[in-house]
């Protein structure tokens, strides 16, 4: 049985969207054994969550609270709220003074994490939650993972990355977003990790098209994510084995692979528009599936209309990838429907299957997949066109400058950016020239003389 999985919110963004998602996991978490992964008991027997709040300034991480569902109450520890650098009063949406923050307090937040591990007999992986674009979470975040991935080698993280939307969002957040991306990449890389990628515009988009939701705010959005991560997060059972979030980790992350994209299926409790068929394994299966092997779509403004004539999505090529069933009836899943709809490139680890006999609240049968592949590209290409172009007008980089972040350090950042595109991109095999169009570059023997 895995033991237990720690949380660490870091940041307005960290700070209320992991509680968002440990509300859903409250919810969800029918079987107290699934529950004891993300909580631990307290005194009154309500549900401690096995998480450290961290921020530089006091307000969300004072005020956010645990919540209710049925007839489990769930709270934060008393000693895990940890405030960082008081002097500080936020990072003003400045990757390198969040990165360049007094040591003490990340280092008095990788303490108070470590108590919170001390309290488990075993821990399967660390669950992070930040923005890329503001300050604190991405910077100090950073910070912190070095600090504490020195001591804890062998913990798997997976951190959760929000990423800004394209408009209306912080001016510098791609340049945050991509000096995060290289920083949490490596750390990934050295602790057998991964990234979730999670897209501010993305969730916009779901919002205003499955939701109408017109104007979604920050607790619709993480709604959202969470309906998307909570089925992907809580443990599984798999070749008779119960299985937690480092196993999902050590298969779907491979080499330099890192980039996690999280599904779900159905999206939505009651819907008017949904097929009548979504509670049956063939529909929820084929959703998820249809879902999974599209390439995201060009991102597109809330208010902006596909044109008509916009060519078929391209479909995704998946290295790896988890899926779980949740139902009483999980094992009905039929693996071999969703591994044939899935592009698998030669060579990859591929698709795994877990299942769950708890169904999730949501639905009495929902299956989730959180997979590998290159449906990641559209996002970092987007981070990295806007970081490009701003980085060659060297646009506010004195004010990385002053807390010891270079140009040529955001220069490292990018071309690390832009390699991951590469290696995503190599995801899919080079066409090979139909017969056809081989034989017409056959030329004609020369008429005789
Ligand atoms: N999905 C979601 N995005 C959020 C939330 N709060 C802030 N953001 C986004 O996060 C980014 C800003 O990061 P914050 O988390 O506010 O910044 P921070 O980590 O607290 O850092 P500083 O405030 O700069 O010290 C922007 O892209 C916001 O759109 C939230 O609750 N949910
Ligand atoms: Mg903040």
């Known amino acids: 049985m895995p033991a237990s999985c720690v949380t660490v919110q870091i940041g307005q963004c960290g700070t209320q969207l992991g509680a968002c998602v440990l509300d859903r996991l409250n919810a969800e978490a029918r079987h107290e054994a699934d529950a004891q992964y993300f909580f631990r008991q307290g005194k009154s027997g309500e549900r401690v969550a096995r998480a450290v709040?961290?921020?530089?300034?006091?307000?969300?991480?004072g005020e956010v609270e645990g919540g209710d569902s049925d007839s489990n109450r769930w709270v934060y520890g008393a000693a895990n709220r940890v405030l960082c650098d008081a002097g500080l009063r936020g990072c003003a949406n400045n990757w390198a003074k969040g990165f360049s923050s007094e040591k003490e307090g990340v280092n008095r937040a990788a303490d108070v994490v470590r108590r919170e591990m001390e309290r488990s007999d075993r821990v399967d992986a660390l669950l992070s939650f930040a923005a890329g674009a503001g300050g604190t979470g991405s910077g100090l975040g950073c910070a912190f993972h070095s600090c504490f991935s020195d001591d804890n080698p062998k913990i798997r993280p997976?951190?959760?990355?929000?990423?800004?939307?394209?408009?209306?969002?912080?001016?510098?957040?791609?340049?945050?977003?991509?000096?995060?991306?290289?920083?949490?990449?490596?750390?990934?890389?050295?602790?057998?990790?991964?990234?979730?990628?999670?897209?501010?515009?993305?969730?916009?988009?779901?919002?205003v098209n499955v939701f109408r939701l017109e104007r979604p705010t920050f607790d619709q959005l993480n709604d959202v994510f969470a309906t998307l991560l909570a089925g992907n997060l809580l443990p599984y059972a798999m070749d008779g084995q119960r299985k937690g979030l480092g196993h999902t980790l050590s298969h779907c992350c491979a080499g330099r692979l890192r980039y996690l994209t999280p599904y779900a299926s159905p999206l939505y409790e009651k819907a008017s528009n949904a097929a009548f068929d979504q509670n049956?394994?063939?529909?929820?299966?084929g959703e998820l599936s249809r879902r999974a092997k599209l390439l995201a779509e060009p991102i597109l403004r809330a208010d902006e209309k596909p044109p008509l004539d916009r060519p078929p999505p391209a479909l995704a090529w998946v290295c790896a990838g988890l899926v779980v069933s949740r139902g009483s009836d999980a094992t009905q899943?039929?693996?071999s429907r969703f591994a044939r709809d899935v592009r698998i490139p030669k060579g990859a680890p591929g698709l795994k299957f877990g299942t769950s006999q708890h169904a999730c609240r949501t639905a009495p049968r929902s299956a989730y997949f959180l997979g590998?592949?290159?449906?990641?590209?559209?996002?970092?290409?987007?981070?990295?066109?806007?970081?490009?172009?701003?980085?060659?007008?060297?646009?506010?980089?004195h004010h990385y400058e002053r807390y010891g972040t270079t140009a040529e350090d955001?220069?490292?950042?990018?071309?690390?950016?832009?390699?991951?595109?590469?290696?995503?991109?190599?995801?899919?095999?080079?066409?090979e020239p139909p017969a056809a169009a081989m034989a017409s570059l056959t030329l004609p023997p020369p008429p005789p003389r």
């Open 53 to 61: 709040l961290v921020d530089t300034e006091p307000r969300v991480v």
């Open 158 to 207: 997976l951190h959760c990355v929000v990423l800004p939307d394209r408009q209306g969002d912080v001016a510098v957040g791609s340049y945050n977003a991509t000096l995060t991306l290289n920083h949490l990449s490596k750390d990934a890389k050295k602790r057998g990790g991964g990234l979730c990628l999670l897209s501010n515009e993305l969730s916009k988009q779901m919002c």
């Open 280 to 285: 049956l394994w063939p529909g929820v299966c």
């Open 333 to 335: 899943l039929e693996e």
């Open 372 to 397: 590998n592949s290159s449906s990641v590209l559209p996002i970092l290409r987007h981070v990295e066109s806007r970081c490009s172009a701003m980085l060659e007008y060297r646009a506010y980089v």
């Open 410 to 431: 955001l220069e490292a950042a990018l071309s690390s950016l832009r390699a991951q595109i590469g290696d995503y991109d190599g995801l899919a095999p080079v066409p």
